[in-house]
């Protein structure tokens, strides 16, 4: 009789899992041992890299499921410290580095796989949305990292409320915006970035006090940090608290000697006070830190042409030119320069040859339809702003340009159908109000004129000007005497001539309506060519 003996449990376990299959299962594990080892000495990026070669090596070769594991969260763990490595050296060398794209690339391909891998890691995911807000990066994989941090339950407020101030930063909704700066400043109220940005949120809703507020927190906080002063001055200028703006734009300067923004800053500040030679001397000194800067050129031409330096002004241009040969926006200012010396046919000749380098640019043809009109040829105007609406039929601009034209050809009914289509699109331009308003009031043709409609669109043409515009004043008179108010168009009338020039073209013209008026008439008229015609 033979006995059966029971098989050793050693060959049961291997009849059962051979051992090729458990020498292919843990494979890798000789390279994860290195690995291990090589990041408890890794002190460069290039250790750090040595360290994920022989992890992706090990779990390629195959391992465990504990080991596997393992290896996927040293992984995670090692691609999120060099990721965030090189986005703390990207973030410092700025977008204007050569290396900066390359090296906002590299980190954000380690984040993302480390985040894949080991998902709860909230300043990982901060780090990667930071890199995708900054230019050329994507928002909506931004957006989805910080949704992902935000999602879990971690004790770092501080943290949270960077996360939160990210988020407010892609959030469209003012609201919402708000109410996420408003939770960021409640978790961690000394957050100078969230302080920023709650600042210029209440700049552009005009709560400028509590604007102002916030940048001076965000300044005690950061004191060293520029586009904050930068902000605070825009915001002072704002408020025409010019002084105030100019020293914090001088502290600006004293934080980055060699940038020109806050000196062209301080300009335009000047500018707005009418103060131009102190606008000019500090455009001289941009333009001695950048003296080939062509947008240093352009300022200062616009800033001499308000000083009435056109001459001066003109030169700045060419010298622009010279620069930057056949540069668009230096050659329009140049047409703009020609025109306002009534050197016309120089001034369209120009936008013609630009015209023709871009035949698709309606920027150019607006610009020189609105110079044919300047030059009262009003045919060749209106049928520039035909072009332009052919490829933009809602162009309000050329809507109200051809308009203009059309009336000052005496077309009314084609004047008007163009200003109906165009207040569609700007209804509340007080250009476009006044002039549709003119025809309704003093149009010789009874069919066109509409008194109730042109004193309706008057007034609200004065009450965007404040009053203060005498050409809108004596709009706004005849449509009162279109409706047979003539005490009150001569009230309005009286007006006008009180803040209009005591001689010239216009005072003749608002004389001539008084005396319309005197008479009970409502005044006509009717332009042939830009020139007003005898209505009998």
């Known amino acids: 009789m033979i006995r059966l ?5 050693l060959c049961l376990f291997l009849l059962v899992f051979p051992a090729g299959a458990l020498r292919a299962e843990n494979e890798g594990l000789a390279d994860l041992d290195q690995a291990t080892e090589a990041k408890l000495s890794a002190r460069s990026i ?10 992706d090596s090990a779990l390629e070769k195959g391992l465990d499921e504990g080991n596997a594991a393992f290896a996927n969260q040293l992984l995670a763990a090692t691609l999120i410290q060099r990721g965030s490595v090189r986005a703390q050296v990207a973030m410092r060398l700025g977008p204007e580095s050569r290396q900066f794209d390359e090296l906002r690339r590299q980190a954000i391909d380690d984040l993302q796989r480390g985040t894949d891998l080991d998902p709860q890691q909230p300043d990982a995911l901060h780090d990667l949305a930071r890199l995708h807000l900054m230019p050329g990066g994507d928002a909506d994989r931004a957006s ?35 109410a996420a700066l408003d939770e960021a400043l409640r978790l961690a109220p000394d957050e100078a970035a969230a302080l920023r940005m709650r600042g210029l949120l209440h700049a552009e809703q005009d709560r400028d006090t509590e604007a102002l507020a916030d940048l001076d927190r965000a300044l005690e906080l950061e004191p060293q940090h520029l586009p904050t002063y930068e902000a605070k001055a825009a915001l002072l200028t704002k408020m025409e608290r010019y002084d105030e703006a100019i020293l914090a734009l001088d502290k600006a300067q004293e934080l980055d000697p060699r940038s020109i923004f806050p000196l062209l800053q301080k300009a335009r500040v000047h500018l707005l006070q009418e103060n131009y030679a102190g606008a000019l001397h500090e455009l001289d000194r941009a333009r001695n830190l950048e003296p080939e800067n062509v947008g240093v050129l352009m300022l200062q031409a616009g800033v001499r042409e308000e000083a009435g330096e056109r001459e001066k002004a003109l030169a700045d241009i060419d010298e622009a030119l010279t620069l930057q040969p056949g540069y668009p926006p230096a050659r329009r200012m140049k047409a703009i320069l020609l025109a306002d010396e009534e050197r016309f046919d120089e001034a369209i000749a120009l936008l013609r040859d630009l015209h023709g380098d871009a035949p698709d640019d309606d920027a150019t043809l607006l610009q020189l339809a609105m110079l044919h009109s300047a030059a009262k040829q009003f045919e060749e105007a209106a049928r520039v702003y035909t072009d332009v609406l052919k490829r933009q039929p809602d162009n309000w601009m050329a809507l109200r340009g051809r308009g203009d034209a059309r009336l000052s050809l005496g077309k009314h009914a084609e004047a008007i159908a163009d200003y109906e289509t165009a207040l569609k699109h700007s209804a509340e331009d007080p250009g476009l109000l006044n002039n549709f308003a003119w025809v309704l009031a003093t149009s010789p043709h009874d069919e066109l004129r509409d008194g109730k409609r042109a004193l309706q669109m008057a007034t609200e043409a004065c009450e965007q000007t404040d009053y203060k515009q005498p050409h809108i004043l004596s709009t706004l008179a005849s449509a009162y005497a279109e409706t047979g108010d003539f005490d009150t168009a001569l009230k309005w009338i009286g007006k006008a001539l009180e803040i209009s020039p005591e001689e010239g073209e216009q005072h003749d013209h608002l004389q001539k309506e008084r005396q319309s008026f005197i008479e009970k008439k409502p005044f006509r008229e009717l332009l042939i060519d830009g020139e007003p015609t005898d209505l009998q």
Not at 5 to 9: E, F, G, N, S, T
Not at 46 to 55: A, K, S
Not at 148 to 167: H, V, W
């Open 5 to 9: 003996l029971p098989m050793p449990l």
């Open 46 to 55: 290039d250790d750090l890299g040595r360290v994920i070669e022989l992890l």
């Open 144 to 178: 989805a990292a910080l949704k992902k941090a935000l999602e879990f339950d971690f004790d770092d407020p501080a943290l949270r409320a960077k996360l939160l101030s990210l988020q407010a930063a892609l959030e469209e909704d003012p609201a919402r915006r708000q």
